[in-house]
C-alpha cells in the first residue's frame, strides 16, 4: 500500500473544518472521511498483481555507450490501470528514467523503455518490477514487487581501439600490402616481382636475375598462422588501481588490442583469464567474430581476492597449443614474491615459448620518486625508489631469461604492448 | 504490436520470459507474509503487553510520592500510622479537599470522627481554616493538626499560638513530654528529627506552638511541639514527621499519633491540595488562554504529519544492492612503506635505496650498462660532472644519514647530481 501527495494535501485540508469545529466529533469525522477515501481508492484500484512483465535486455553495450531495456507490461485485470511502474536496476547500471508514469487501460499492454547509462563494466543486474496502481481518486495505491531478473552485460570500453589504425598500418607494411617493401620483414619467402628503383639491392635474387632479362628482387612476409596466447591475471594484484581504473582494465585493453591486431596479422589468437581458476577462455580458432566473443569473454571478470597460481600457467598453455607460441603474460611485476611466481613461471615458458611480459607501471611512483622537499617527501621518495629498483631487478631478470618486458603507464601499455608484438614479428621470432 | 493486444483470461499459463508476482492463492500469501513479518509483529504485540501491563499496576496499585500520604510506603510517606489504625478498627479515609473533609465530617455523625489536617504549601486561607474548625466542633470531632502555618492555628483554636520554629540544637535529640496531657505523657518522649521531603515549603525545621497545654518543649523553652486548647478538641503537632514511616518507630512518636488519631473510629486524614485554593485566585491557565481549536488542530497536524511521512517514506519496492569490487589504491604499498621508514626512523635503509636507484640511472646515463660496478659510475660521473671523485664517492656509495635532515640533505643532493649528469 502506499498513499500520494494528493491525499496527503487533503489531509490537511481537514485542518480548516476541525479549526472550524473544535470538538472531538469533527475531529473524528474528519478521520472517518480520510479512512474511507483510502479504503475507496484501494478497493478500486486494479491490482497490481495481475500485471504480466516481458523484459527485453540489450545483449551487450560497451561502456560509456547507454542503451535502452525495454519492459512489456500486460494488465490482465479488468479495471484499467494507473500508476507508477520502477525497474529495480543496481546503481550502476545508471538506469536514467528507472520510475515511469504508468497507464494501461483493462486487459492490455504497455512498453516501458527505460534507458540506461552503465557506469560499470560487467554483469549489472535487475532485480525486479514493482508496480504502484493507484485508485480512481489517486489517492491510494496497492503495491506489488514482482520478481523479473535480468542481465545487462556491459563490454570494456576499448579505448585502445584509437591505436588500431596506425599499428595496423605497421602490420601492412610488414606483409607487403603496403606500397613499400622493406628487406628483412619477415622470414617467409613471398615471391619474386621486377625491380624497381628504390627497392632495396641487397634484395635482389641474383639466380633468378640471371634466368631473365630483367633485374628480378625477392620479396618477403611475415609468417602467418603463429600462435599467440595472451595469458591475462585476474588475481589480487589486478584489484590494484592506477591512474583511474583498476590494473585490470588496463590489462584488459591491452589484450583486446593485441587480439585485434594479431588476428588481423593473421596469427591465431587464445586468451586465457586465470589466477587459480580459469575464468575465461577465448579462442580465435573457432569461426566466427574474434573480438566480439572476446569481449563478451572479458566483460564479466573482476580480480579475485587470491594468488596467482603460477605453477598451473605452463598446464594452461599447453592446453591451448602444443606447438611453439608467443605467450603474453599481463601480470605484475610487484606481486609479493616474484622469485617463487613469475619468475619461475617465465624460466619454464621460455623453454619452449616467445615470453612477454607486460605490467602497469604506476605513474605516481614516478612523481612520488621527484618530490624530495620534506621529510615525509623524501621518505617517499625513498619508497617509491625501492619499488622501482625492485622493478628494475626482476625486469633484469626477466630480460635475462630471454622474455620481453613491457612496463608501460596505463595509457601507454595497450600501444607498446602492441609495438612489441609488431617488433617480435618483424624480426620473425613468432 | 502496433495496436493494444487483447490478452485472453486464461490463456496466461507459464510462458517463457513472462513474470508474473508469485504467492499463489490468499491464504498462502498469509502464510508468507506471516512468516516475514510474524516475528515483528509478535514482538511489538509483546512489548505493547508489557507497558499496558506496567502502566495498569503502576496505576491500580494506589501508589503515591507524596509526603504523608496514606498510600505512600516510602520513608517520607504515613502508610505505616494508617495501616496500623486499620487494623486497630479506625476506618482511615483520605481527603484532599476541604469541601470533601466536611462532607465526610458531617457524614459520620457526632463525636465519631478524627480529622488530620497537613497543609505543607500553605494553601488554606485563615477563613477556610475557621470552616474547618467551626465544623469539626459543631460535630463533635478531634483536630489535629500536622505544623499549621501561624494564621491558620489562630482560626483553628484561638487558644494556641505558633511561636515560631525550632532552634536546630533543639531539633536533634528526643523531647520529653513535660506537661500533663495524657497523650503527651504516654508517649513519654517524642523524636523530632526532621524526614526529608516533609515540612512545610521553604520551611523544613519543626515549628513551636503555644497553647492551654503545651508540651514537648525543647529545653530552656515555653513554646513546645505539641500544643492543645483547654478542651482537648483541637491539638497541634509541630513535627509532622511524627506520624511519617521513617519516625513513626522511634521514641514514643507512636503512641502519640496512636492516641491522637486513633481515639475516634473514624479518621479524616485531610491533605490540603490546590483544590482548595478558590477559583476565582487561581491565575488564568494556558489551556484557558489559547483558543479551542488549537489543541484539536495540533493533534490533526500531527497526524498529517505522519501521513506525510508515510507518502515520502514509502519506496518504490526493495532497495537494489551494489556489488562493489575490490579496488585498491596501488601506491598505498609505497605510502605504508615510507610511514614504515619514517616511524623507525630508518634513514640508512632510505638512503641506501635513494642511492642505489641514482646509481643504476647514472650508470644508464653515462652508458656503463646495467651491471657497472658502482665505483666505475662514480668516476665516470666525476669525469662527467668536473666533481671531485672522494665527494661522489661519499654521496653515492658511503654516506649514511643519522638524521632526517641529512637524509633530506642526501636526498637534495642525489636529485641535483641527477639534474647535473642528464643528457641535454
Known sequence: MAISGRFFLLALLAVVPVIAAPNAATWLVALAVLLAVLAVDLALAASPRRVAVRRTVPTGVRLTESTTAVLRLANESSRPLRGQVRDGWQPSAGAVNALQALRIPAGERAVVRVALEPVRRGDLRTEHVTIRSFGPLGMAARQKTITAPGTLRVLPPFHAKRHLPSKLRKLRELDGRAAVQIRGAGTEFDSLRDYVRGDDVRSIDWRATARRREVVVRTWRPERDRRVVIVLDTSRTSAARIGDEPRLDTGIEASLLLAVLAERGGDRVSLIAYDRRVRARVSSAGKGNMLGAMVQGLAPLQPELIELDTAGVPGQVRAVTAHRALVVLVTSLDAGAPEEGLIPLVARLAQKHVVVVASVRDPALDEDRLERSTAALAYRAAAAEHALNRRAAITAVLKQLGAEVVDAPPHGLPPELADTYIRLKAAGRL | ?424
Open chain 2, 1 to 424: 504490436m502496433n495496436a493494444p493486444v487483447r490478452t485472453s483470461g486464461g490463456a496466461a499459463a507459464a510462458e517463457a520470459g513472462v513474470f508474473r508476482a508469485g504467492g499463489g492463492t490468499g491464504p498462502e500469501r498469509a502464510g508468507a507474509w506471516w512468516r516475514k513479518h510474524g516475528l515483528w509483529v509478535v514482538a511489538g504485540a509483546a512489548l505493547a503487553a508489557v507497558t499496558v501491563a506496567g502502566l495498569l499496576a503502576a496505576s491500580l496499585g494506589g501508589r503515591s510520592t507524596q509526603p504523608l500520604s496514606i498510600t505512600n510506603p516510602a520513608p517520607d510517606g504515613a502508610q505505616a500510622a494508617a495501616s496500623v489504625l486499620r487494623g486497630q478498627g479506625v476506618t482511615v479515609t483520605a481527603t484532599d479537599s476541604l469541601e470533601s473533609t466536611l462532607k465526610a465530617l458531617s457524614a459520620n455523625g457526632t463525636g465519631a470522627t478524627t480529622v488530620l489536617v497537613y497543609d505543607p504549601m500553605s494553601l488554606l486561607q485563615p477563613g477556610q481554616a475557621a470552616r474547618l474548625a467551626g465544623s469539626a466542633q459543631k460535630s463533635g470531632a478531634a483536630l489535629v493538626a500536622l505544623a499549621p502555618g501561624p494564621l491558620a492555628v489562630q482560626k483553628l483554636s484561638p487558644e494556641i499560638s505558633a511561636a515560631g520554629t525550632a532552634p536546630a540544637a533543639a531539633a536533634g535529640s528526643p523531647v520529653a513530654a513535660g506537661c500533663s496531657n495524657p497523650d503527651a505523657v504516654a508517649a513519654g518522649a517524642l523524636d523530632v528529627r526532621r524526614v526529608d521531603g516533609i515540612g512545610a515549603a521553604g520551611n523544613p525545621s519543626p515549628l513551636l506552638y503555644r497553647g492551654a497545654v503545651t508540651c514537648f518543649a525543647p529545653a530552656g523553652g515555653t513554646a513546645g511541639f505539641m500544643a492543645a486548647d483547654s478542651s482537648g478538641g483541637v491539638t497541634v503537632v509541630g513535627t509532622p514527621a511524627v506520624v511519617s514511616n521513617e519516625r513513626l518507630a522511634s521514641q514514643g512518636n507512636a503512641a502519640l499519633a496512636f492516641r491522637l488519631l486513633g481515639s475516634r473510629p473514624h479518621l479524616l486524614w485531610y491533605t490540603a491540595s490546590l483544590k482548595d485554593v478558590p477559583a476565582a485566585s487561581h491565575p488564568p491557565t494556558l489551556a484557558e488562554l489559547t483558543p479551542r481549536w488549537i489543541f484539536p488542530a495540533s493533534a490533526w497536524l500531527l497526524l498529517v504529519a505522519v501521513i506525510g511521512m508515510l507518502w515520502r517514506g514509502r519506496r518504490h519496492g526493495p532497495l537494489v544492492a551494489e556489488p562493489l569490487p575490490v579496488v585498491v589504491k596501488a601506491s598505498e604499498t609505497v605510502a605504508g612503506r615510507a610511514r614504515m621508514y619514517q616511524d623507525a626512523h630508518a634513514q640508512d635503509t632510505a638512503a641506501a635505496a635513494l642511492q642505489r636507484a641514482t646509481l643504476t640511472r647514472l650508470a644508464q646515463r653515462l652508458r656503463l650498462g646495467s651491471n657497472a660496478d658502482p665505483s666505475a659510475v662514480v668516476e665516470a660521473a666525476a669525469a662527467h660532472t668536473g666533481r671531485p671523485e672522494q665527494q661522489l664517492e661519499a654521496l653515492l656509495l658511503t654516506d649514511i644519514p643519522f638524521n632526517d635532515k641529512q637524509l633530506l640533505t642526501m636526498a637534495a643532493q642525489l636529485a641535483a647530481l641527477e639534474e647535473e649528469v642528464a643528457p641535454r
